[in-house]
């Protein structure tokens, strides 16, 4: 268990709806990042944040959002859904992360979200 | 972040030491070497990473050649439940850097009885 929570485990939505997925971080953790795996596409960095601020963006498409809160859980909002956006979708947390400098990331199990 | 070069598939035998390599020949004197591993669609696992010396812990050692442009990652006595893909990531770690992980397509180490 890496203390990394992550809420639904899976989720069956039809395209052009909207989901948010939720991440609780580690206890004391910082930083939230944001993941998604696809079949093809192997894993993929979408977004980071850091007590609260983005810190680093990846290929996140535009119909994708997210947030960090006061206490630090993250929600990543995927909304006009298409079939292309099944995925694994993973957060994962760390001490670091922002400007004191880096330290490993722990990974929750994942949001397995399927798109018909 | 510099590229690393992981060979796709390996095997190995239950109980008998596990040698993975990476290839990081671009890596620069602050890029840290990083490995976890994803079993089966679970969260990718933090194992090990270390900087120039080597490192070791309760699930595995890590070797870093002398010029940094390799490394190594070493599960002493291998079992059926090592079987997983595993990553060589390299990563800056400072302060002005985020603490992002690029993915590469990684190991996939096949562990048999």
């Known amino acids: 268990d890496s203390g990394v929570t992550q809420t639904p485990k899976h989720l069956i939505t039809a395209t052009g709806q909207r989901v948010t997925l939720r991440c609780s971080p580690r206890?004391?953790?910082?930083?939230v990042y944001w993941y998604q795996q696809s079949l093809d596409q192997g894993l993929q960095f979408l977004i980071q944040?850091?007590?609260?601020?983005?810190?680093a963006k990846g290929n996140i498409l535009e119909r994708f959002s997210a947030q960090q809160f006061p206490d630090l859980h993250s929600e990543l909002n995927l909304s006009s859904l298409e079939l292309g956006d099944s995925a694994l979708y993973f957060c994962a947390s760390s001490v670091g992360g922002g400007p004191a400098g880096n330290t490993e990331a722990f990974f929750g199990q994942g949001t397995r979200l399927t798109v018909v | 972040d510099a590229k690393t070069t992981q060979p796709p598939s390996m095997d190995c035998a239950e109980g008998r030491a596990a040698n993975l390599p990476c290839n990081h020949s671009t890596i620069s004197g602050n890029e840290y070497v990083y490995w976890y591993r994803q079993i089966h669609s679970q969260g990718p696992q933090y194992i090990i990473h270390g900087l120039k010396n080597n490192e070791t812990n309760e699930m595995a050692s890590l070797i870093i050649t002398e010029d940094r442009k390799s490394s190594t990652l070493i599960l002493p006595h291998a079992t059926l439940r090592d079987t997983a893909v595993y990553y060589c990531i390299v990563r800056v770690d400072g302060s002005s850097n985020t603490g992002k992980l690029i993915f590469g397509q990684g190991t996939t180490l096949q562990v048999k009885p």
């Open positions: 944040y850091y007590n609260g601020e983005e810190r």
């Open positions: 206890s004391g953790d910082l930083s």
